[in-house]
């Protein structure tokens, strides 16, 4: 198992996170990377940070999940 973190910043093609990703990665998101992940298609397991740079749609879709 690895662990994946997506942080805020530049994010490379959706598509190119996507092809990185094994069905056993630990997925965490740090704060706005969280936005990344979704986009990407991937709910994380574990969200991290003060979550101040996510939109209520952002973090209602993480915690529906």
Not at 5 to 34: H, K, M, V, Y
Not at 37 to 51: E, T
Request: glycine residues 8%; negative net charge.
């Amino acid at each position: 198992m690895r662990a994946i973190i997506f942080a805020n910043g530049e994010f490379p093609d959706p598509q190119t996170a996507r092809d990185l990703l094994r069905s056993d990665d630990l997925i965490i998101a740090a704060d706005g990377g969280t936005r990344h992940a979704l986009a990407a298609g991937v709910i994380p397991h574990v969200v991290i940070g003060d979550l101040d740079s996510l939109s209520p749609a952002d973090l209602a879709q993480v915690e529906a999940a």
